[in-house]
């Protein structure tokens, strides 16, 4: 692989490494990747996360810093904690990210054609640019923004059961959390209106995903139709299911196949409003929270990927 003269130019980028990544196997990938890059004539200065949240605050220093190319090694959560930081301040700022998968999930790059470290790797040398939107959500607290989806219901509850459980397993991890979260179906209601509709959507459902693209949990189909950089939101809610229902209809999920399923709804919003009476887990990028949520709008184009 060699660097391009116009990346050679460019000085030092800045690496925020996630070494606890794919459950602690994330430092030795990010040191091979590194490597190679450096050896592709690239001046990387890494820095490492030491707790949760802390890759939000170092993308949030090294903007503030005047970087615009930083290279980004670790999984969704990392990539989401990331775009947290950089935004709103670096909207449309001319900001590019070099994402490296070397976590567990590594959903959103697959939106961009990467299936591994070795693609990243080629896609940052090459130096093409690809959009990518953001979503700003406000919530009763403050607001933060994602790259990736933003799911409540069933994704959220397995999501928590896995960070609480089944981490370290990686995909089988979260297999073993839908199991466990089944066990427990429910159908809540998620009173929203899309686009300043006067009308609210209060039915019951079995889950509900804002993705700005394709995949989630790694390969994961959430949104087949998904573009990440054509303004819009595809917003998919699946009906009440069973619990047998839900478990025929998980792995289709993998090849985006539960769009056949009656339960199944797809449109496109630019902006969401929401009348929670309080809080609720949200997935996030890869993680979850307790969010009020108030409102999701799409940010176009607001950082670049190197793909």
Same mark, same amino acid.
């Given at each position: ?14 690496? %925020? ?92 790059l697959r939106d961009f054609g990467v299936r591994g470290v070795d693609d990243a790797l080629r896609g940052i040398l090459a130096g093409g640019r690809r959009p990518l939107d953001a979503v700003r959500a406000t919530h009763r607290d403050g607001e933060l ?6 799911? %409540? ?155």
């Open positions: 692989m060699n660097a391009t003269r116009h990346e050679r130019e460019q000085g030092v980028w800045t690496a %925020i490494v996630n070494p606890a990544a794919g459950g602690g196997r994330g430092a030795a990938r990010a040191r091979e990747a590194l490597f190679a890059l450096r050896e592709a004539g690239l001046r990387v200065a890494a820095v490492e996360t030491r707790r949760p949240g802390h890759a939000r605050d170092l993308a949030r220093e090294a903007f503030h810093a005047g970087a615009r190319r930083l290279l980004v090694l670790g999984g969704d959560g990392t990539f989401g904690e990331v775009s947290t930081g950089l935004l709103p301040a670096a909207e449309g700022a001319g900001v590019a990210l070099g994402l490296v998968p070397t976590g567990t999930g590594n959903s959103l923004h994602f790259v990736n989806l933003l799911a %409540i219901g069933f994704p959220a509850k397995a999501g928590a059961i896995t960070n609480a459980r089944f981490k370290p397993l990686g995909a089988l991890g979260y297999a073993l959390a839908v199991a466990v979260a089944t066990a427990s179906l429910d159908h809540p209601a998620f009173p929203h209106a899309l686009d300043g509709a006067a009308a609210r959507d209060a039915r019951p459902t079995t889950f509900i995903s804002f993705s700005n693209s394709r995949f989630t949990g790694g390969a994961m189909m959430m949104a087949p139709d998904a573009d990440p950089g054509d303004g819009a939101l595809d917003v998919v809610r699946m009906g009440p299911l069973g619990r047998g229902e839900l478990l025929r209809a998980f792995p289709r999920i993998f090849r985006g196949e539960h769009a056949r399923l009656a339960a199944y709804e797809h449109t496109r919003a630019r902006r969401v409003d929401f009348a929670l009476a309080g809080p609720v887990d949200a997935m996030v990028d890869g993680e979850v929270y307790p969010l009020h949520l108030e409102s999701l709008e799409v940010r176009p184009r607001a950082l670049e990927v190197l793909a």
